[in-house]
T-cell receptor, first 111, second 114 residues
Framework: DAKTTQPNSMESNEEEPVHLPCNHSTISGTDYIHWYRQLPSQGPEYVIHGLTSNVNNRMASLAIAEDRKSSTLILHRATLRDAAVYYCILRDPGSNYQLIWGAGTKLIIKP | EAQVTQNPRYLITVTGKKLTVTCSQNMNHEYMSWYRQDPGLGLRQIYYSMNVEVTDKGDVPEGYKVSRKEKRNFPLILESPSPNQTSLYFC?????????????FGSGTRLTVV
């Protein structure tokens, strides 16, 4: 199975950038890297996804290493509302349509 | 507003009493799926549907049924619920089932089977 490794938790100060790392050394050439977040008592929320090039949207940026074995989700200016569990996810090569969810990184934002 | 709507949000039921959790999306998405989330186990896929009348098992399908008679609806059926099905359930949809698209999730259904 394609797996990801993320730190269990990270802390950051409000209004500062946050870099959330993810390792995925067994990624295949056609696997997209997806990021979701889950706020307390809510369903997961799509953040961003990418294949090879760095990606930007209104929520975050995704920086993908040249060898694609790691990636970093960047929140440019964290707010208290960004406190959540962030999941870095790959597709299961054994199933065309299933994303494999790990434990994620719990992001704590300090005021 | 584009959304996935699940009902009910909370449900307490007794062992063996059939129940249905509804899921509806208003985005004309082809792909829909059901997940359960348990402490320490993360999100696990129960069933998914690539399109109308096309469904397939995920990681943990035992004890569950689904149907996809219309594009917008994907109900989850527990024919004979048991306490080990106590969990937080999420429905999700995506434009297509390929990995190039993001998923939209519902707000969740917290089910307790006693």
């Amino acid at each position: 199975d394609a797996k990801t490794t993320q730190p269990n938790s990270m802390e950051s100060n409000e209004e500062e950038p946050v870099h959330l790392p993810c390792n995925h050394s067994t990624i295949s050439g056609t696997d997209y890297i997806h990021w979701y977040r889950q706020l307390p008592s809510q369903g997961p929320e799509y953040v961003i996804h990418g294949l090879t090039s760095n990606v930007n949207n209104r929520m975050a940026s995704l920086a993908i290493a040249e060898d694609r074995k790691s990636s970093t989700l960047i929140l440019h200016r964290a707010t208290l509302r960004d406190a959540a569990v962030y999941y870095c996810i790959l597709r299961d090569p054994g199933s065309n349509y299933q994303l494999i969810w790990g434990a994620g990184t719990k992001l704590i934002i300090k005021p | 507003e584009a959304q996935v709507t699940q009902n009910p949000r909370y449900l307490i039921t007794v062992t063996g009493k059939k129940l249905t959790v509804t899921c509806s999306q208003n985005m004309n998405h082809e792909y829909m799926s059901w997940y359960r989330q348990d402490p320490g186990l993360g999100l696990r896929q129960i069933y998914y549907s690539m399109n109308v009348e096309v469904t397939d098992k995920g990681d943990v399908p035992e004890g569950y049924k689904v149907s996809r008679k219309e594009k917008r609806n994907f109900p989850l059926i527990l024919e004979s619920p048991s306490p080990n099905q106590t969990s937080l359930y999420f429905c999700a949809s995506s434009l297509e089932g390929t990995q190039g698209y993001g998923y939209t999730f519902g707000s969740g259904t917290r089910l307790t089977v006693v």
